[in-house]
Structure formats: C-alpha cells, structure tokens
C-alpha cells in the first residue's frame, strides 16, 4: 500500500526526520527540539505560505499521490475469442479483424463536430509559464497529431504587453495571438484550439478578441478544476509586475500595494506574489444566458469545463449543459495534476475521477430515461496516461463519453523532446536516450513521419518538442488499436460497458460494471447448460 505522509512529499521537498511516523498528522511520532529539518511543519515556520505549493513554483508540474479505495486500475478489459463490433459491413475473420484496421477516430459536438484522430485532447495550458516556455511544442504536437489543444484561462489577463481600450477591453493581446497562430499553422482537419475563459477574461472581453481576430470557433466556459476548487495561481517575482496585475484587476496576494509588503519584499523576505483568479458563481438563467450570449457573438460551440465537485454541481452541469446544447462537458476528477494548485488542496479535495465518473454516467442515463433525446458529450479527466485508461473512459462512459482529457501526460512528452534537442545541441545525451542514437533522426522514432507531413524545409522549424507529443499520440493509437482489437472493437462508438469487468465488489459498487466472477456468468452458463453449438450471434 502507498505510504502516504500528510507533513512530507517531493512536492513540497520536505521529509520526515524519523522512520516513525503518526498516519493522520504525518509528524514524527518523536518530535525534537532542535531538529534540523525538514518536515512540512519544520519549513512552513519560516517560509509560510509558500510551503502550500508544489515547488519550484512555475518549473514543475504536480500530482497528488492519495490512494483512494477504487481507482481505474480496479477495473479489467474483456477480450474475446469471436465476434466484432465496428466492422460495417466487411465479415470479421482472422484476415479482416487485425488491430492496424481499428479505427481510432472520434467527434464531439452538437452540430458543428470535431474530428480528432485519437480520442484525447490536451488538459488547459493556460498563463503558467510551463505553458508558455513549452507553447511552440504542445501546439504544433498537438496539431500534428490531429487532436485539440486546450488554451487555458488568464493567457490575455498576465501578457506583459497586453493592450486595453478606453472601455478597459482587449486591444490588442501578443501571447494570445501567438498561442493562436501557432497551431493553426499546423492544423490539417483534426482537432481545434479552444479557449477558455473565467470571469476575468469574460470583463477583459477575451470572447469578442478570439472571435474578432482570430476566427476562433469554440471557448469553454469553467466551473473550476480537478485539482482545486479556487481559481487559477501563478507567482511573480516582481513588485512592479505584481502591482501591475493588481492593475488590471487580479487578486494579488500578499497585497503588493501595502507598505509593509513592499518593505518585505524589498529585504527579502517575501520573494514572490501570487494572482489568483476569482471564484466563479454559477446558476441556471445566469449560465443559459452567457451560452446563448456567446452564440450570438458568433461561435459555433460552446463546451464546459467543471471540476471535482460534488452530485449536486455535477447534475447541474449535465443538465444545464444538455438544456444548452453545449458541445461538450469534460469532468475532471481528484485527484488530478497540475502546476498551480494548493498541494493539499490536490491531495484532500473533491470527489475522485472513477467516482464522479460513474455518477455522470449514471446521471446521463437517467436524463435519457426520462426522455431526453440527447445528453451532452462528455469527456472525462483527471490522472489519465495511457492508452488503457482511455478505453476504460469510453468503456465506462455507455456512449457518452467522446474523449480524454490529459494534462501533465500529454505536457511530459513536450518535455522530453524539448530537453533532448539541449541535450544534443550540448553533447550531453543521457544514456536513457543514447542508447538509442546520437541525433534527432535516430532518436526520435515518428521524426520521419513527421517530417514528410511538413516537409524537408519546415522541418527546422519543429521544435523536438513536437515530435515528442505525436510520438506520445503515436504510442497511444496504436496501444489502443491493440486493446480494442483484443475487445473486438473496431470503432470508438463500438466500445461499451460489456467490455470492462470490476476485480473488486466496492469498484462494482462504485461503477456498476459486474465483478469479474459475475461478468458474463449467465452466458458461461448458457454454453455449459446447451446441446447443441453456441453461437455469438
């Protein structure tokens, strides 16, 4: 069992002075006077509220560790020894039934779909400055690999050289039309770039700019994250640029603009700031006005991003959304991962992915039953990596669910590759990536691919970066391919509730998907119980 301790973790870089250690407060259970450190508690009494957060701040991203009592790995996949699903009309035989012929793609939307090659689409990269530093890679990746990129809150509202008008309404926003540009360059079909927005971007006008100027077709709306239930956080070092965002009307803590922080500030006790955006608040009229107000603007889809909330916010949102004609409701789960939220906030907030997942499920079912004809897609998120959980997602998702959201999964790769072009330009391969080659084209697996997609010239305009991400979509497709093909489902819409089992009585409590010793029992006994030749049809 994971060894959790609630007053030590990487994440904060503190640890337990003593092997021994109380379960619920996490100290040592022999604390000492003079101790040298560096329990959670040891670092707050000098560093205060900076211990709250993942550190360094801005360089990593985080993921909280809790184990809960039913997760996705508590759930198995089926396969089958005969039959297809999602062959249309060609008859499935050992020549015509092989996983290259799995079709992996999917849409999402009311009226106006989205195509994406791979049913996953990138978590909100939004104003944290990994998002910014690394833009170039998730962007074009993300195009490449004909999937959706998410561009999250706050992009316009921290832009150093953001413009406003008299009416204090986006004039003109760089980083926005950067972030914009870029993948739009790359895009061939598959996948959008959407925006989201909070109520800050919605008083800074950051709808009227994207529709304006860039054509942008979709903005999601959002009721939180996964991670938190507070609004967004980055940190400056800067006085200047602390009381700048407090300008343009960010919440700015510790106040920059009092006296007394500005003296501490300028001593070095307090290094950094923190903007925080401003809890949002949701109801009915107010939300089916903003998404009819936004219509009428101009965009074609309207999608909503909500986060661990309770049943309650959850059929708030599906029924609201549903009421709306929204193009997609993406649900993120606890424990989640990101690089801007309280770590124990991450760790002991909101209702984990599995369990609020099962429950929108349940409540999408609920709302067919009573007559409506169509229920909002959804898309689920929170903790998902690989090709395995997105299965389970749509598996468990009964047709509702279209997509995966993943965040720090999908950002790791843009890592990777944007290392080991450093690494190359300076001789220092690890051997982890060495053993492999000495340059880009030996390295990197899918670089040929990519480069005939963009061709010999462009190619020195893509970042490694890139090729890490649709490498990583690469890897996804075709694990996916396999586990559909053993499922014996050829198409995504193929995918159903039938093909996973529960390896727990609580996770089919949980999920309503039989325990595995039920699982296709009445069948096993059919065959056991027949005269003559079974057949699956």
């Keep these: ?89 060609i008859h499935g035989s050992p020549d015509t039934a092989i996983f290259p012929k799995v079709n992996t793609e999917t849409a999402y939307g009311w009226d106006h779909k989205v195509k994406m090659k791979v049913p996953v689409f990138t978590g909100a990269l939004g104003s944290t400055d990994i998002a910014r530093k690394n833009w170039d890679s998730f962007a074009i990746g993300a195009a490449l690999s004909g999937i959706t990129i998410v561009c999250g809150e706050n992009v316009c509202g921290i832009d150093p050289q953001l413009e406003l008008d008299q009416n204090k309404k986006i ?49 999601e709306l959002k009721w939180g994250q996964g991670a938190k239930s507070i609004g967004g956080e980055i940190k400056v070092d800067s006085l200047d640029r602390a009381l700048e965002l407090q300008g343009r009307g960010y919440i700015v803590t510790p106040d920059p603009s009092l006296e007394v922080n500005q003296r501490a500030f300028k001593a070095g006790a307090i290094k950094e700031f923190e903007r925080h955006s401003r809890l949002g608040f949701i109801d009915q009229e107010t939300f089916l006005a903003e998404v009819q107000r936004l219509r009428e603007l101009g965009f074609k889809r309207i999608t909503l991003k909500t986060g661990a909330y309770g049943l309650r916010e959850l059929a708030m949102a599906i029924k609201w959304g549903t009421q709306a004609k929204i193009d997609l ?75 995966v959201c993943m965040g720090r999964a999908m950002m790791i790769p843009g890592f990777v590759g944007k290392n080991i072009e450093k690494w190359i330009k300076n001789n220092d391969l690890p051997k982890t990536v060495s053993a492999y080659g000495n340059n880009a084209e030996e390295i990197f697996i899918c670089y040929e691919r990519v480069r005939e997609m963009v061709g010999s010239d462009e190619m020195n305009n893509i ?75």
């Design 1 to 89: 069992m994971n060894l959790q301790r609630p007053n030590a973790n990487d994440v904060s870089q503190t640890f337990n002075r003593s092997k021994n250690v109380v379960p619920m407060s996490g100290l040592c259970s022999r604390c000492v006077d003079g101790c040298r450190g560096n329990c959670e508690v040891f670092k707050s009494a000098f560093r205060g509220r900076e211990v709250i957060y993942p550190s360094p701040f801005g360089e990593v991203t985080a993921g909280a560790d809790k184990n809960y009592p039913v997760d996705y790995s508590h759930l198995n996949i089926h396969g089958y020894a005969m039959g297809t699903k999602g062959l249309g009309v």
């Design 171 to 219: 004039k003109k926003s760089p980083e926005m039309d950067r972030r914009i540009e870029t993948y739009k360059r790359y895009h061939h079909g598959f996948g959008e770039i959407l925006v989201q927005m909070n109520v800050e971007d919605t008083r800074l006008g950051v709808a009227e700019y994207i529709l304006e100027k860039h054509g942008i077709e979709t903005i």
């Design 329 to 403: 409701l993406t649900i993120d789960g606890a424990p989640g991962g990101t690089g801007m939220s309280p770590w124990r906030m991450m760790e002991e907030w909101g209702m984990p992915s599995i369990y609020i997942h099962s429950a929108a499920v349940e409540f999408g079912d609920y709302l067919k039953s009573k007559g409506e004809t169509h229920v909002c897609d959804f898309a689920f998120a929170g903790g998902f990596s690989t090709e395995d959980h997105i299965f389970k997602a749509i598996a468990l998702g009964n047709n509702h669910v279209k997509a």
């Design 463 to 537: 970042p490694l970066g890139a090729v890490g991400i649709f490498s990583f979509c690469d890897k996804l497709k075709v694990g996916l391919q396999q586990l559909m093909a053993g499922a014996r489902c050829f198409r995504i819409h193929a995918i159903s509730r039938k093909d996973l089992m529960s390896l727990t009585r609580e996770c089919a409590e949980v999920t309503g998907i039989p325990y595995v010793m039920d699982s296709y029992r009445q069948e096993a006994l059919e065959i056991l119980d027949s005269a003559s030749s079974y057949s699956i049809l």
